[in-house]
């Protein structure tokens, strides 16, 4: 059973422009959302993270939206770089629990 | 932020082999934890490596298969015994930072043949 799922495998986009990658989670206990970048032939890395009590934070040009009645949250990178081209992770927090992520979207930022 | 060392980066293995993989934390953590990255799958945790006791396998897991030593607080590694294709993943290990998030080694991208 899938709890975090990242529906879209890929997602491509023009440099300059906006990237939106999407998860969807099914466990309404998941108290904190986090996003991981990874580029190939390294271990993924921290790019932001949410809170269940907020809907959004933001840290530069990444942006995190949480939609808790959707169960939706979404990454916005505005304005998306050639560099940001990676697979893109979302990952849930269940306190005291584990890490779940979700299948990953790949970016391809076209110059 | 953790600086996490794994090794090897990658290998090739005879399949009914073993293969140790090794992770280096520059700093003292608690708890360290293995996944495994199928092709074209999520993160799957492995197991939870606490230093001092036996590590706790997620369901689907088992010590047999996958044994886990933490003999310190820096240094964990996680052996994939008896190895068959279907072991063919990338292999991370983790420590968790602030505020939940962790972070990663560069992973062991193990082929088994």
């Known amino acids: 059973d899938q709890q975090v799922k990242q529906n879209s495998p890929s997602l491509s986009v023009q440099e300059g422009r906006i990237s939106i990658l999407n998860c969807d989670y099914t466990n309404s206990m998941f108290d904190y959302f986090l996003w991981y970048k990874k580029y190939p032939a390294e271990g993924p890395t921290f790019l932001i993270s949410?809170?269940?009590?907020?809907d959004k934070n933001e840290d530069g040009r990444f942006t995190v939206f949480l939609n808790k009645s959707a169960k939706h949250l979404s990454l916005h990178i505005v304005p998306s770089q050639p560099g940001d081209s990676a697979v893109y992770f979302c990952a849930a927090f269940e306190y005291g629990n584990k890490l779940v992520f979700g299948a990953g979207t790949i970016l391809r930022v076209k110059s | 932020s953790a600086v996490i060392s794994q090794k090897p980066s990658r290998d090739i293995c005879q399949r009914g082999t073993s293969l140790t993989i090794q992770c280096q934390v520059d700093?003292?953590?608690?708890?360290m934890f293995w996944y495994r990255q199928q092709p074209g799958q999520s993160l799957t945790l492995i197991a939870t490596?606490?230093?001092?006791?036996?590590?706790?396998?997620e369901s689907g897991f088992v010590i047999d298969k996958f044994p886990i030593s933490r003999p310190n607080l820096t240094f964990s590694t996680l052996t994939v015994s008896n190895m068959s294709p279907e072991d063919s993943s990338i292999y991370l290990c983790?420590?968790?930072?602030?505020?939940?998030?962790?972070?990663f080694g560069q992973g062991t991208r193990l082929t088994v043949v």
């Open positions: 983790s420590v968790a930072g602030k505020d939940t998030e962790a972070f």
């Open positions: 700093s003292q953590v608690t708890m």
């Open positions: 490596a606490n230093q001092g006791s036996e590590a706790t396998y």
């Open positions: 949410i809170s269940s009590i907020k």
